[in-house]
């Protein structure tokens, strides 16, 4: 039972560069959520989605893109890497039982 | 105004001490209230959610006033293991959960 996993774990982009994060739930979940974490900024939400096919903007959504093709997918794009962009990267997904959070992408950009 | 407020941390307490945290939200239609645990560089974890009736599980003792729109976390008889970072967490229905920054909170044997 995988949960929600997040790839890559790590990563070090150059400024300007762009990459895509992958977050896949194995548990059905209609609702997944890309959330960033920045010391002492607690955990701000980047961009959700509430079913196949949908978006939606959260707090901090400037300069990153997502989508939802496939229900257990939920990817995070960076078009272009800024340095204000280092950070560490949660995603989840939930149902009315709660969230299940994935262990996080540490990405620094340089 | 931040939507979720929380004590300024870090707390740092001895073995067997009680401690307590606080934290405040802004928006009144919130209907769901949950404390998160966070270990260094992990992913946040559910502790508990709060009710208005108050609850308890084990050490640990949650109470909501919708009121005051005050939230808050009592921890009896801490261990080291319970040194982590407690974040205070709200939601609006189906909405996404809103987390405050967070409180650090280190147990010293």
């Known amino acids: 039972n995988a949960g929600v996993t997040q790839t890559p774990k790590f990563r070090v982009l150059k400024t300007g560069q762009s990459m895509t994060l992958l977050c896949a739930q194995d548990?059905?979940?209609?609702?997944m959520y890309w959330y960033r974490q920045d010391p002492g900024m607690g955990l701000r939400l980047i961009h959700y989605?509430?079913?196949?096919?949908?978006?939606a903007k959260g707090e901090v959504p400037d300069g990153y893109n997502v989508s939802r093709l496939k229900k257990q997918n939920f990817l995070l794009g960076l078009e272009s890497a800024a340095p204000s962009q280092t950070s560490v990267y949660f995603c989840?997904?939930?149902?009315?039982?709660?969230?299940?959070f994935g262990s996080g992408t540490r990405l620094t950009v340089v | 105004r931040k939507e979720v407020e929380q004590d300024p941390g870090p707390f740092n307490v001895p073995e067997g001490a009680t401690v307590a945290f606080n934290c405040t939200y802004s928006?009144?239609?919130?209907?769901?209230f949950f404390w998160y645990r966070q270990d260094c560089r992990k992913e946040p974890k559910l502790l508990m959610s709060?009710?208005?009736s108050g609850n308890e599980d084990g050490r640990f003792t949650a109470q909501l006033n919708r009121a005051s729109q005050y939230i808050s976390l009592l921890i009896r008889d801490s261990k080291l293991s319970d040194s982590a970072t407690y974040l205070c967490?709200?939601?609006?229905?189906?909405?996404?959960?809103?987390f405050g920054k967070g409180t650090r909170l280190s147990v010293i044997a």
């Open positions: 967490v709200v939601t609006s229905g189906n909405t996404p959960l809103v």
């Open positions: 989605s509430v079913g196949e096919g949908t978006t």
């Open positions: 709060v009710y208005s």
């Open positions: 989840a997904s939930s149902d009315t039982y709660g969230y299940t």
């Open positions: 928006n009144s239609a919130s209907q769901s």
């Open positions: 548990m059905n979940h209609e609702y």
